[in-house]
């Protein structure tokens, strides 16, 4: 029965969503752009095999509706495939989709396309693993017989604006793109004036009026293709880019989110509860605030069903606390909800996670944020930020980790721009490893010592709560053995965990079979090299050397690596110190030794001074990256044919490249994963 009431209403899910889409005739009020079929390709030749020969987005806002068109011509054969299918998406709870045309120009004769019977919809959920669901919908056309030479010309409108947005247009155009583009325009037909800034270009409207209508033009021909180097920050905007809003300032958007954010209701017996209890259990403010922050983030599991206005708009804190899961909106209100009624001031604000710094460039609009969190200001005037989505957060309330997003729109009406978030944590981590070195240049043991702070140690509690002992213990061994060969395992991997201060311990232990290997340089010698693993696995040597945009930087990064070399026989060994104290990272490495108990002392430090490397600032970097690169490894070689003895016992430093070759050692390939999917489940709250 069941399964028979599931197949009906996916019957009727998509009996509905196919419903929302048509086949119709061009709309009337559209601006006529043509291609040129006769356009030469660049000479340098094409990315992807194909030519946009034309690219033209239309808005009119009064009759809300979104005209696309697009020209493309498969020059080699791998355009082919390129061109060979139209992808157009839309909400259908409030959006319908028409198709105009879609038509293949060979030799001159145009050859239709467009059946209504070759359209198939799909769900587009694309952060489904994340617990994500927009209802956001792709609908698809492939087209057949698509040959080198031809020119596929499709058209399709969209009608149909979020009715959150209460009547206020704000959009963004793109006038350039990895590939090259003969011609490309952007449209806006409006009754009301509007505002727009320029991203990266200087080219300004064309702007009208006739009838009473505004209409904004922008238009460029021989568009080159834009090249998008490596490790550029998230933040930044490559593209040559057109902001559009109707909204004047930030108050305006934060009056906007007020409003839809604002529930009256009384609250229900259930939330009524879990104040009482979190206002009978703890007297101190800050007490209450962690409570009620602890209670948000691991009683209220992470989903987002948010289509249409519930891509905008939170749910009733009623209503989350009797389904007990909620998107970040929903959670980040039922927080200021319990802290508000704990007499504690708290206010949901909205924040970009991948813009961040550039946020304040850009103009007024309701369309910017991806999250939402919470600002809180505690009796004494001191501001605290929370992110209710994160779960396993140690720490006080004082202290709990929030990740780097730097400008905020806090939904209090009292403020009018954007809100600077601080963050002074770290996110440090302090490795020890000891080496216990057999006679003879055989194994070793090893114990290692892993100190995660404030973030880091919240990522590594969810690690060990949301998978098991053994999986992870089987891949942390995986990296020893890519590094050190064949080893085996003393203990099971055991853990403490402070939540208090949120610093979160791994305790490893490892018999090394053989750590040594065969000289390169001398056969008579075996060489022993010693890497600070956990720093370099955060670090990566820059492979374009000439730069026209800014080096990403993790940030904020601390590592500490403190490493201890038992030796089997006394030998003599000069202490040494190096230090690289640049712009954008400080690395301070110094060894010393204890003869009397035959122990080597290596203790690295490295921190990113900043989170990117402007473009005047990369050559620098660089260098100060390859002096580094030189100096990260530590050599120990033996005479094989002499023995393990002290005169021919020597230490140095490693030649070569470490970063540069690509060796990034740090943890192994599963557990790396198993971080990656926390960090996407950390980030999948980004549907305001």
């Known amino acids: 029965m069941h399964k028979l009431q599931t197949l009906i209403?996916?019957?009727?899910?998509?009996?509905?969503?196919?419903?929302?889409?048509?086949?119709?005739?061009?709309?009337?009020?559209?601006?006529?752009?043509?291609?040129?079929?006769?356009?030469?390709?660049?000479?340098?030749?094409?990315?992807?095999?194909?030519?946009?020969?034309?690219?033209?987005?239309?808005?009119?806002?009064?009759?809300?509706?979104?005209?696309?068109?697009?020209?493309?011509?498969?020059?080699?054969?791998?355009?082919?495939?390129?061109?060979?299918?139209?992808?157009?998406?839309?909400?259908?709870s409030y959006q319908q989709l028409r198709f105009h045309r879609i038509d293949v120009i060979r030799n001159g004769e145009t050859i239709n396309r467009l059946k209504s019977q070759d359209i198939q919809t799909a769900r587009r959920e694309t952060n489904a693993e994340s617990y994500i669901y927009d209802g956001s919908v792709s609908a698809f056309v492939n087209i057949p017989d698509v040959r080198i030479g031809d020119i596929v010309v499709y058209s399709f409108s969209i009608k149909g604006f979020n009715p959150i947005q209460k009547d206020k247009f704000s959009t963004s155009f793109v006038l350039n793109s990895t590939q090259p583009i003969d011609r490309i325009s952007a449209h806006i037909l409006t009754k009301t004036p509007l505002r727009y800034k320029l991203l990266n270009t200087d080219l300004e409207a064309k702007h009208t009026v006739n009838g009473g209508i505004h209409h904004y033009e922008w238009a460029k021909e021989n568009v080159p293709a834009l090249l998008l180097e490596e490790n550029t920050p998230a933040w930044f905007i490559p593209y040559e880019t057109i902001l559009v809003t109707e909204y004047e300032t930030w108050a305006d958007v934060i009056d906007w989110g007020h409003n839809i954010f604002t529930f009256e209701e009384p609250l229900n017996e259930e939330l009524q509860q879990v104040i009482s209890n979190i206002e009978t259990k703890h007297k101190t403010e800050g007490e209450r605030i962690k409570s009620a922050l602890d209670f948000v983030q691991n009683e209220i599991r992470y989903l987002a069903i948010s289509s249409g206005i519930g891509g905008y708009k939170p749910n009733p804190p009623n209503e989350v606390i009797e389904q007990r899961f909620g998107d970040c909106k929903d959670k980040s209100v039922l927080f200021a909800t319990i802290l508000n009624h704990l007499d504690i001031e708290a206010y949901p604000t909205l924040v970009n996670t991948t813009l961040?710094?550039?946020?304040?460039?850009?103009?007024?609009?309701?369309?910017?944020?991806?999250?939402?969190?919470?600002?809180?200001?505690?009796?004494?005037?001191?501001?605290?930020?929370?992110?209710?989505?994160?779960?396993?957060?140690?720490?006080?309330?004082?202290?709990?980790?929030?990740?780097?997003?730097?400008?905020?729109?806090?939904?209090?009406?009292?403020?009018?721009?954007?809100?600077?978030?601080?963050?002074?944590?770290?996110?440090?981590?302090?490795?020890?490893?000891?080496?216990?070195?057999?006679?003879?240049?055989?194994?070793?043991?090893?114990?290692?010592?892993?100190?995660?702070?404030?973030?880091?140690?919240?990522?590594?509690?969810?690690?060990?709560?949301?998978?098991?002992?053994?999986?992870?213990?089987?891949?942390?061994?995986?990296?020893?053995?890519?590094?050190?060969?064949?080893?085996?395992?003393l203990a099971p991997p055991t853990i403490e965990d402070d939540t208090l201060k949120n610093e979160f311990l791994l305790l490893e232990r490892y018999k090394l079979d053989s750590?040594?290997?065969?000289?390169?340089?001398?056969?008579?010698?075996?060489?022993?090299?010693?890497?600070?693993?956990?720093?370099?696995?955060?670090?990566?040597?820059?492979?374009?050397?000439?730069?026209?945009?800014?080096?990403?930087?993790?940030?904020?990064?601390?590592?500490?690596?403190?490493?201890?070399?038992?030796?089997?026989?006394?030998?003599?060994?000069?202490?040494?110190?190096?230090?690289?104290?640049?712009?954008?990272?400080?690395?301070?490495?110094?060894?010393?030794?204890?003869?009397?108990?035959?122990?080597?002392?290596?203790?690295?430090?490295?921190?990113?001074?900043?989170?990117?490397?402007?473009?005047?600032?990369?050559?620098?970097?660089?260098?100060?990256?390859?002096?580094?690169?030189?100096?990260?490894?530590?050599?120990?070689?033996?005479?094989?044919?002499?023995?393990?003895?002290?005169?021919?016992?020597?230490?140095?430093?490693?030649?070569?490249?470490?970063?540069?070759?690509?060796?990034l050692i740090g943890l192994p390939i599963a557990l790396v994963a198993i971080v990656i999917l926390l960090v996407l489940r950390y980030r999948r709250r980004q549907n305001v």
């Open 9 to 92: 209403l996916l019957i009727v899910s998509i009996s509905s969503t196919y419903s929302q889409v048509s086949i119709t005739e061009e709309p009337s009020w559209i601006l006529e752009e043509n291609h040129n079929p006769k356009a030469v390709p660049p000479e340098d030749g094409l990315y992807g095999g194909a030519h946009v020969l034309l690219y033209t987005e239309q808005v009119h806002v009064d009759r809300e509706e979104v005209y696309i068109k697009s020209v493309s011509k498969a020059v080699e054969y791998s355009g082919i495939q390129n061109i060979s299918s139209v992808v157009a998406d839309y909400d259908p």
């Open 356 to 489: 961040k710094q550039v946020l304040p460039e850009l103009t007024p609009s309701s369309k910017l944020f991806d999250h939402c969190i919470v600002k809180v200001v505690d009796k004494k005037g001191t501001i605290l930020w929370f992110d209710p989505t994160l779960t396993d957060q140690g720490g006080t309330y004082a202290n709990t980790y929030l990740p780097d997003y730097r400008y905020g729109l806090v939904l209090d009406q009292n403020m009018s721009s954007l809100d600077t978030i601080t963050d002074f944590r770290n996110n440090m981590i302090e490795t020890f490893k000891t080496f216990t070195l057999e006679k003879d240049g055989k194994g070793a043991e090893l114990e290692v010592r892993t100190h995660y702070h404030e973030g880091e140690a919240d990522f590594m509690r969810s690690i060990f709560r949301n998978n098991s002992k053994d999986l992870i213990a089987k891949e942390l061994m995986s990296h020893y053995t890519e590094n050190y060969g064949k080893i085996h395992s």
């Open 515 to 663: 750590i040594w290997s065969p000289s390169t340089e001398n056969p008579e010698n075996i060489n022993l090299t010693i890497f600070p693993t956990g720093l370099i696995s955060n670090l990566s040597m820059p492979t374009q050397l000439e730069r026209l945009t800014p080096y990403a930087l993790s940030y904020p990064l601390v590592r500490k690596e403190h490493i201890k070399i038992k030796l089997a026989d006394a030998i003599r060994i000069q202490p040494e110190n190096f230090t690289i104290n640049s712009d954008y990272f400080y690395y301070d490495f110094n060894s010393k030794f204890n003869a009397s108990e035959k122990i080597i002392d290596l203790d690295y430090y490295f921190k990113h001074q900043e989170d990117h490397v402007p473009v005047a600032g990369f050559d620098t970097y660089y260098k100060d990256m390859v002096q580094l690169d030189q100096k990260l490894g530590y050599l120990i070689y033996i005479n094989k044919n002499k023995g393990f003895t002290t005169s021919n016992y020597s230490i140095g430093y490693t030649i070569g490249s470490v970063l540069g070759i690509g060796l």
